[in-house]
């Protein structure tokens, strides 16, 4: 009795951006009408017209410098919208092995264990301050610094550690073909329309240009930290660039329970 057996082919092709970009624009502008023409045309300065993907990211915009960003970047108001409208669920994903950005203003000893850069940085100092001692010796000291006064500041390191974060993601309804809808920007209605290209992953968007909707901010996939103090989960956001003050004033002070933590934008 010979075993059942299936074959499974993955079947694709390679192109470059643009020439797929060519493409889609060329089948844009085909329509089924009579004389070929579109009522409603992507040339037209009062629309934007956008090719994302069933994850929300813009494959074809006419801003190319939206290429291969998130759509809630570029159309915050939209994409608030279709969320509501079930068109995209937000998803929550987590990162355990991530990198953070911290900033230390302390000046102990202890914290420079921590960096991994600090030999570099002070071997840079160390040669600035024998090539000032050189100019100096040779009077060109004052040539160089021209009446210039300068105060002299203190910076902090900016170095990054292990963290964990979260970041949302989303994800289309594949059974929702085709949706339209508008959003009330301050007075003003925009429209826009979605629909499903067929036997494919991706979304064709049409979106009414002509209102301001800046009041709606971005929706972006920035990271949060996940910051655990006594086993309570803090989500710190990582886009508003928080900082965190580490206190080693004293040995104990690198334990977790005296992390001192201060979460003020910089």
């Not at 600035?128 to 300068?150: G, K, P, Q």
Request: aromatic share 14%; with cysteine.
């Amino acid at each position: 009795m010979k075993a059942n057996l299936e074959l499974v082919l993955a079947v694709g092709i390679q192109m470059k951006l643009e020439f797929f970009q060519k493409k889609f624009w060329t089948a844009s502008r085909q329509c089924a009408a009579l004389d070929g023409k579109c009522s409603i045309s992507c040339d037209d300065e009062n629309i934007n017209c956008y090719l994302i993907d069933n994850n929300g990211f813009i494959l074809v915009a006419e801003d190319y410098t939206l290429t291969g960003k998130f759509f809630g970047e570029a159309e915050g108001a939209v994409m608030n919208k279709l969320l509501q409208m079930g068109s995209f669920k937000r998803v929550t994903l987590y990162d355990y092995q991530a990198l953070c950005w911290v900033f230390s203003e302390s000046s102990g000893s202890g914290h420079t264990l921590l960096d991994p850069y600090f030999a570099f940085f002070s071997a840079i100092k160390w040669i600035l301050t024998e090539l000032v001692i050189f100019l100096v010796e040779f009077n060109l000291y004052s040539w160089w610094y021209s009446d210039v006064t300068a105060k002299a500041q203190r910076l902090g390191r900016s170095m990054q550690v292990p963290c964990d974060t979260e970041y949302p993601a989303f994800v289309s309804e594949r059974t929702i073909k085709e949706n339209m809808g508008h959003t009330d920007c301050d007075g003003c209605i925009k429209s826009f329309v979605i629909q499903q290209i067929p036997s494919s992953n991706l979304f064709m968007v049409v979106v009414d240009n002509q209102c301001d909707c800046s009041m709606f901010e971005p929706i972006t996939m920035d990271p949060i930290e996940i910051i655990k103090i006594e086993g309570v989960q803090i989500p710190a956001t990582l886009s508003t660039r928080r900082r965190i003050l580490w206190s080693v004033e004293e040995p104990w002070a690198l334990h977790h329970r005296y992390l001192l933590y201060s979460f003020a934008s910089f």
